[in-house]
């Protein structure tokens, strides 16, 4: 059915292939008020454009943003936000060679298996930038989050072997290498370990880590839109993300209730915990403390290596793919987690405002 | 908003409370025509239901199953299907204590700030009771995939520090330990590691595996109702999941992109995989290789141990829960795991139905 | 698709067939603390229940509703409501002699065709013992308007040539006529307008009228989502109504734009119009005015004269149906229309919480 | 919320405001395999933009769509579709005088009300503009009917007083004249009222009527996604739309049950009926049987007349609307109307594939 529509309330639907006209985004349920002004959402662009860096594609694309619709006089109207983005780059060549045969670790097969045919010009629509749209939308979210004291803060947490311990996050670094890892020193551990792979041909996958802050306890909807489990699906929809994990995750399996319980205590008048194994999320609905989980990515799928697969027409055969391609995925996708992250909670704020009849009439009694 | 329907063609919808007058579910969108007995619903549900083993609560429940509606002659007719559990132990002697205590590791807290108050009785709707509603639909969703050749697997993969390895996997010995282990030395390891965390009033957690077997190639609806991306949320929506993984997951961070890559051949007219790093999924839709995903549940959070919190008046506390609870929650969320995901897949067979126009043909044209 | 959910935020999903166990609905997203007793759901129930009046069938049906879940003390928790109506009437002997031919003016061939078999005892799910549900779920709805001031009136407005004019709008006499109508004097003309349709076994239709006063401006969401819109679908939803308007409706169709413009003035600090064309909605959004539409239902296609029909086996008969059925369906429909719009105008009021930045600030920061 | 969505397989999502950059629509869940050519999406957007005749604005607007993504060698992809279409006329200056003051008949004042401030140039998102959306969207959900037989048909039934009764019905006329009319000789006395109101500096309103042959039986769910509930909310979400009935519609509340119920017979081998008072709608799914429905449209709302109403700020004052305004509006909105019947019944076509097992099992199995 209609996949591309993203939220219940604060929403998005987004469009475009990697070859076509462009890629574009239309935000829906926005609240009204709200400034906005395109530098901001070109700036969110600008994180996951290519060219950053030596370790991205050499395609050039200069990825400006358009708002068609939705603003008046620098604030949302409430109406729907149309935000477009031209393709420049609209060569096939790069592509030509592989019209007819699956990219090993690609969607060419399962598309062609779901529709009968598919649009093989750099993936189509399964193209990395389809997260154009959702990293649009991401922006205009964020801005929300802002004026409600809530922020963001996603980062490369590891890229191949090389992680940073928590105990070495320095978050004013993440802007300054181009790699986004909270700690510089390890950014240039990575940097060499992915010039060897480069060198190799060869790709490797990384960890993202995301927080969350300033979010007001309650928010996440029993029993199937609990927090974490829209949050799952918003990251998991990312192509290339395999698993996700929230504050301790996966190795909370391995601890024992009276380690992995989090205290409660008074902080003053403020209800705190001592520790939070939890991540924020207790009986899927943010407890006031900071939110936090990891997205693990998978290899870039695209190497230069030859490689063992079949054609459309059903023969064994052996692919090379040309061009160039970043060696890994993760700095780019910094920016796609934390924006559908955004969107995510966006999206349970507004669910949240029917939660209490005090709330109701403090909107239309006050 | 609503938080208690999960899927769009195929779709349940769930209520009840652990002490309240019982538990159920209604299920929307099943097709016409499919034989369905109150037996084989009861069969899941005597899957998670107390008493099973003796690490299991002492709670006494028949979560005997009734079929209020959907179905005429043994076949369902394409209208809901309403299904209900009376709670027998409506008892809330074993929770007085806590009323006004919020329990470490438990939603009491976050119910109580999102709704203002809260049904303290054993949890109420965060109760592992809620789950009833879930299996009773999954058991209805499992029979549709019957139908058309789709099997889905759930075991224990890992209980506290006893994990079974993919080699020692016996499918066959899943149903004849009680721990639903794939593996009965590995099972008896993990009885007695369970013993012993209750002797320490303590509790554990561990991995749930879920396989599908004979899923057509292409289920999954590009680019935000992936099927990992709507597993996620249908398995991180269950209460103590806290990590979720699809094929190599997390560890395929740590691979390359020549090692994670699986090679396409042909087997005869079919096209196969080499591996299956990708766990049956490319692209968010499904290869028709075999699904595996991994859910990791974190320990019991119902400790007998004294634990520090704080009442709803703002007050430090100690709080010691009394009554008997399961040391670990793994053994009877395997059902529910295995629920969820046949809900997820049905309601993508029936999405999907609508991928291409020369299957519209064949439904109103042949 | 699963068609028995209507609503977004506050949404009912009913289930239930006229001679199976029972009939049911499940409120989710009813704002917590709102006081709720059983007593006020059945007062709704029983406006719509058998033997109201000697215009009704001879049916006995006690139609008592339990609460099964979502109540806690006495008030909403936020959680799913569940709402049991045992059927008590489950004799099918009324019904054989139609099990295997299509009743003109019913849902029993369409249902066949669409299912490919139907459950026939008393129509199954088409029956109008279906609008239980949806009765007690305005019932539900009703509460959460009264609490901000919002009331809502239906009444029969004509009951076959028999039409109360606005003129003589009596409202107090509503609950005095078992016909609901708004002058007793005209409910005894159309009461011996039904003695003589009873003669001629024959039947007859009507037109509903309801008013909603209070609503606060700005209820709808554009485009699509439109106040009247929403109603539209939620009132022709109900089995047997086959038009709708609002305000000047069909007749604004005959105005001048001269005549239909509503013109608006200043009334202290209040904006109002001067007339009230509109019925209450400008855009598709409430403007403060009193919202007024009307429903139109078809006479009962239940008749006892002989009757020309097919057999499912494709033959040609006639069919003569017995037992007793209502002349005319609108008294009995009243209620129902009242509770459709109660549940739709309840929904945009949650919908409408996040329409401006204000709003959001206000529930989040003070 | 996020009211610019409609459908749920096939889903439309439209944006834009009369003077902004754009308008257009987002089309998700288009079968893939679908023939798709910009003429003709084109062709429908001619038949609703200005300049058709002497009875609609003067507004330039070239209204040329642009196939934005979606598409892939002249078949569509399964992938969202989006269409653009940029506005040419951005002059504000017919609107100035009114961006402070509330148009009567318009929705100046409930968006004001709802979103706290307004985008007043040319309605902004009010505008009969937003139609272009729908308008293309139907034209994509057109093609996919005609695909699988079934044909849409619609015109002007009424202009003011001038009506054309079923007896005087000349589809092939319907194109031969500017009003969309099934009768020649009627448009031009319409054209000669309209002349008349132009006059007057006045404006009037009509009926549209729609037919759809070839419907299979069996379309809509029951029970609240109706197939004339669906109808309704479609119909009723245009703008100055203010009544629709099916078949006999109110006319039916005026019809004994003798009457009004389509005798069955058989004709071969296929169930008919006599008559077609219940306009191809038994029980809320299509009957096989010609669907017929009438909306009824106001008056233009915009006239050059001296008007009474109140500013911003809350004084009564006078205003005239300057500009020409087209004095009907029911011939553009011809093909608006038959657009979303188009666009739901290609949802309910989609819906209705998991209406059976045995249709499931006939695409995955066969």
Same mark, same amino acid.
């Given at each position: 059915? #209609?996949? #591309?529509?993203?939220?219940?309330?604060?929403?998005?639907?987004?469009?475009?292939? #990697?070859?076509?006209?462009?890629?574009?985004?239309?935000?829906?349920?926005?609240?009204?008020?709200?400034?906005?002004?395109?530098?901001?959402?070109? $700036?969110?662009?600008?994180?996951?454009?290519?060219? +950053?860096?030596?370790?991205?594609?050499?395609?050039?694309?200069?990825? +400006?943003?358009?708002?068609?619709?939705?603003?008046?006089?620098?604030?949302?109207?409430?109406?729907?936000?149309?935000?477009?983005?031209?393709?420049?780059? +609209?060569?096939?060549?790069?592509?030509?060679?592989?019209?007819?045969?699956?990219?090993?670790?690609?969607?060419?097969?399962?598309?062609?298996?779901?529709?009968?045919?598919?649009?093989?010009?750099?993936?189509?629509?399964?193209?990395?930038?389809?997260?154009?749209?959702?990293?649009?939308?991401?922006?205009?979210?964020?801005?929300?989050?802002?004026?409600?004291?809530?922020?963001?803060?996603?980062?490369?947490?590891?890229?191949?072997?090389?992680?940073?311990?928590?105990?070495?996050?320095?978050?004013?670094?993440?802007?300054?290498?181009?790699?986004? &890892?909270?700690?510089? /020193?390890?950014?240039?551990?990575?940097?060499?370990?992915?010039?060897?792979?480069?060198?190799?041909?060869?790709?490797?996958?990384?960890?993202?880590?995301?927080?969350?802050?300033?979010?007001?306890?309650?928010?996440? /909807?029993?029993?199937?839109?609990?927090?974490?489990?829209?949050?799952?699906?918003?990251?998991?929809?990312?192509?290339?993300?395999?698993?996700?994990?929230?504050?301790?995750?996966?190795? $909370?399996?391995?601890?024992?209730?009276?380690?992995?319980?989090?205290?409660?205590? &008074?902080?003053?008048?403020?209800?705190?915990?001592?520790?939070?194994? $939890?991540?924020?999320?207790?009986?899927?609905?943010?407890?006031?403390?900071?939110?936090?989980?990891? $997205?693990?990515?998978?290899?870039?799928?695209?190497?230069?290596?030859?490689? +063992?697969?079949?054609?459309?027409?059903?023969?064994?055969?052996?692919?090379?793919?040309?061009?160039?391609?970043?060696?890994?995925?993760?700095?780019?996708?910094?920016?796609?987690? /934390?924006?559908?992250?955004?969107?995510?909670?966006?999206?349970?704020?507004?669910?949240?405002?029917?939660?209490? &009849?005090?709330?109701?009439?403090?909107?239309?009694?006050?």
């Amino acid at each position: 059915m #209609s996949g #591309s529509t993203f939220g219940n309330l604060f929403r998005i639907t987004t469009w475009g292939e #990697s070859h076509g006209a462009g890629i574009g985004v239309v935000i829906d349920g926005c609240p009204a008020g709200l400034p906005l002004d395109v530098s901001h959402i070109q $700036a969110f662009l600008d994180r996951r454009k290519p060219g +950053q860096s030596r370790y991205t594609t050499k395609r050039q694309e200069s990825d +400006q943003v358009e708002i068609l619709s939705g603003t008046f006089e620098g604030r949302t109207t409430g109406t729907p936000i149309s935000l477009l983005v031209r393709n420049q780059d +609209q060569r096939s060549r790069d592509y030509g060679n592989i019209a007819s045969v699956y990219r090993p670790g690609h969607a060419d097969y399962t598309y062609t298996q779901k529709y009968g045919f598919r649009d093989y010009r750099g993936g189509g629509r399964s193209s990395g930038r389809e997260t154009i749209g959702r990293t649009a939308g991401g922006a205009v979210a964020s801005l929300i989050l802002k004026e409600l004291g809530i922020h963001t803060t996603a980062f490369s947490k590891a890229i191949g072997p090389v992680e940073v311990p928590e105990s070495e996050y320095r978050f004013d670094e993440i802007s300054q290498n181009t790699l986004y &890892m909270p700690n510089n /020193e390890r950014a240039k551990d990575a940097a060499s370990y992915l010039d060897s792979m480069m060198k190799k041909l060869d790709s490797c996958g990384g960890a993202i880590e995301c927080m969350i802050n300033g979010l007001p306890a309650g928010l996440g /909807e029993p029993v199937f839109e609990k927090l974490d489990a829209c949050l799952a699906k918003a990251i998991l929809s990312i192509g290339a993300v395999k698993a996700i994990e929230f504050g301790e995750g996966r190795n $909370a399996a391995l601890l024992n209730g009276s380690q992995n319980n989090d205290a409660f205590f &008074m902080h003053g008048n403020a209800v705190q915990k001592k520790t939070n194994h $939890a991540g924020g999320i207790l009986g899927g609905m943010s407890d006031g403390d900071t939110l936090v989980f990891r $997205a693990f990515v998978k290899p870039t799928p695209s190497i230069a290596q030859p490689q +063992q697969t079949v054609t459309e027409n059903g023969e064994d055969t052996e692919l090379t793919i040309h061009g160039r391609h970043d060696p890994v995925i993760v700095p780019r996708a910094v920016v796609v987690v /934390e924006s559908m992250a955004a969107i995510t909670v966006a999206d349970l704020l507004l669910q949240n405002m029917g939660s209490r &009849m005090e709330y109701l009439k403090k909107i239309y009694h006050d």
